[in-house]
């Protein structure tokens, strides 16, 4: 059988153990609609209270705070429609040309409808220039939205120096931190974020959940209209069983977020620099930043990326030409060339993803596979 080396992880993560066994019981015995008002429904509207506090007991906020979704996606467009929403006539929005195109989108979207969307550069290195961000606030400002951190290169956001920009203007801060939660610490007594997104499947929980953070007193209103679910704030029968795999997901990343910042870490750095080393003009987007401890970006010069995952699948070797939302889509990056690299530069480059179950032996596979792949494409390249 074909060894799989799983490089993907920020497309998604596996469920682990802990966390599937968390949730089977509410699948099997305790399948009662929270809501209702019998002993059928006491053990899920329970199992939902906990698990609004183990989210906030990692992201240090209060669980009457936490709203529970379908997806970051969703999170992420109730965060800005919910502004939006209850300012209640066109305005002026501020986000970032690297962010996720759950942000994107939505922003897009408003702009056609007459709301006013500023974009902010990066530079090389996918850095935001906090002065540009000062100079593009206005009175009529509704909101900020920055991720804490890249998806496709892994670069990491100052939110606590922008929270303190943004809110010297009193304006609301939502930070997309779907591939942040869970690999690096997150406090929002200190953060400064008014809303923060995250999915339960980038952190070993399933998919089809996810939770918004709306800080008390942040001028926001409910999207959708129903039943009083999520105190209101999001209605529709709860999602039990996804619901408390995300609570014990969160509880199982929390007690990991120490291995992340040195065996991920230290794995990903060996893989970084091994690779470097054996391909020539090759290189990383975002090395001069600060990244995810999971995170490598890395462009192989007059290579294709997509040729390139094509013969890395067929080695058993996982990995990603960037957004696992816009795979298939034929476009580049926007994030890299957002960051200034060639339309060919960016064509050339992959992500490679980490988890807490990426071991050593997986590592030293690919460095093993990777280079001499790389060398055959190039020479095929020459020789035609």
């Known amino acids: 059988m074909m060894r799989t080396v799983y490089l993907d992880n920020n497309a998604t993560t596996p469920v682990v153990p802990p966390v599937f066994e968390a949730m089977r019981p509410f699948y099997e015995e305790h399948f009662g609609n929270p809501s209702s008002p019998h002993r059928m429904g006491d053990k899920p509207a329970s199992a939902v209270r906990d698990a609004h506090a183990k989210v906030?007991?990692?992201?240090?906020?209060?669980?009457?705070?936490?709203?529970?979704?379908?997806?970051?996606?969703?999170?992420?467009?109730?965060?800005?429609?919910?502004?939006?929403?209850?300012?209640?006539?066109?305005?002026?929005?501020?986000?970032?040309?690297?962010?996720?195109?759950a942000v994107m989108n939505p922003m897009k979207r408003l702009a056609?409808?007459?709301?006013?969307?500023?974009f902010l550069p990066v530079d090389r290195t996918g850095r935001l220039d906090l002065d540009h961000l000062r100079g593009a606030l206005r009175d009529d400002t509704l909101l900020v939205s920055v991720m804490l951190a890249n998806n496709e290169t892994g670069v990491i956001f100052p939110i606590d120096r922008i929270a303190e920009i943004v809110h010297a203007r009193k304006i609301p801060l939502h930070v997309d931190a779907v591939q942040g939660v869970g690999k690096v610490p997150i406090d929002l007594r200190t953060l400064g974020a008014d809303l923060v997104s995250l999915s339960a499947h980038k952190l070993h929980g399933p998919k089809g959940v996810g939770a918004l953070f709306i800080r008390k007193g942040t001028p926001w209103a409910p999207v959708f209209l129903g039943g009083s679910q999520e105190r209101g704030r999001r209605p529709g029968t709860e999602n039990v069983a996804g619901i408390v795999a995300l609570g014990a997901a969160c509880e199982f990343v929390e007690d990991h977020l120490a291995h992340y910042h040195t065996e991920t870490r230290g794995l990903r750095d060996r893989f970084e620099q091994e690779l470097l080393a054996r391909i020539p003009d090759s290189?990383?987007?975002?090395?001069?930043?600060?990244?995810?401890?999971?995170?490598?970006?890395?462009?192989?010069?007059?290579?294709?990326?997509?040729?390139?995952?094509?013969?890395?699948?067929?080695?058993?070797?996982?990995?990603?030409?960037?957004?696992?939302c816009k795979s298939g889509a034929g476009l580049p990056s926007h994030v890299l060339a957002a960051m200034g690299l060639s339309p060919?530069?960016?064509a050339s480059c992959l992500r490679f993803s980490l988890s807490l179950l990426t071991t050593d032996e997986e590592i030293d596979y690919c460095i093993e596979k990777i280079p001499g792949i790389v060398e055959r494409m190039r020479r095929n390249f020459i020789s035609a």
Not at 112 to 118: A, D, K, R
Not at 294 to 321: H, K, P, Q, W
């Open 344 to 346: 060919e530069e960016a």
């Open 112 to 118: 056609s409808l007459g709301y006013e969307v500023t």
């Open 56 to 101: 906030a007991a990692l992201l240090g906020c209060s669980d009457t705070e936490i709203v529970f979704t379908s997806c970051g996606t969703e999170s992420n467009n109730l965060a800005i429609r919910g502004i939006v929403e209850r300012h209640g006539k066109p305005g002026h929005l501020i986000t970032t040309t690297v962010e996720h195109s």
């Open 283 to 324: 290189f990383v987007n975002g090395v001069a930043s600060e990244r995810l401890p999971n995170t490598t970006n890395i462009g192989f010069r007059s290579i294709d990326g997509n040729a390139l995952l094509v013969l890395l699948d067929e080695v058993g070797i996982c990995a990603s030409a960037g957004s696992a």
